[in-house]
Nanobody, 115 residues
Framework: QVQLVESGGGLVQAGGSLRLSCAASGSIFSINFMGWYRQPPGKQRELVARMHSGGITDYANSVKGRFTISRDNTKNMVYLQMNSLKPDDTAVYYC?????????WGQGTQVTVST
């Protein structure tokens, strides 16, 4: 089992920045993926960004150039720096972990971007 705890969501004006953090604990495999998904109101959950433990990253086209994912493998932490936020970025953001073919999810943190 893996537990994920997110922090850092909130309300921000358009053009502002937020940083999300996620701490993973439990049975962490050394080779894994960690990342972020989001679910906008009335829409399906979608990938935002993910990062392999070896460093390879993958971003949604809608956030490229604005969001940056990073990890601290020694602390089992993943971060999402979100800059130039837009109202369309409003969503519940979920931390995600994949190891040994199992997926785990955090409880979600709300990000609201006002105009």
């Amino acid at each position: 089992q893996v537990q994920l705890v997110e922090s850092g969501g909130g309300l921000v004006q358009a053009g502002g920045s937020l940083r999300l953090s996620c701490a993973a604990s439990g049975s962490i495999f050394s080779i894994n993926f960690m990342g972020w998904y989001r679910q906008p109101p009335g829409k399906q959950r979608e990938l935002v960004a993910r990062m392999h433990s070896g460093g390879i990253t993958d971003y949604a086209n809608s956030v490229k150039g604005r969001f940056t994912i990073s990890r601290d493998n020694t602390k089992n932490m993943v971060y999402l720096q979100m800059n130039s936020l837009k109202p369309d970025d409003t969503a519940v953001y979920y931390c995600w972990y994949r190891g040994n073919r199992y997926d785990y999810w955090g409880q979600g943190t709300q990000v609201t971007v006002s105009t």
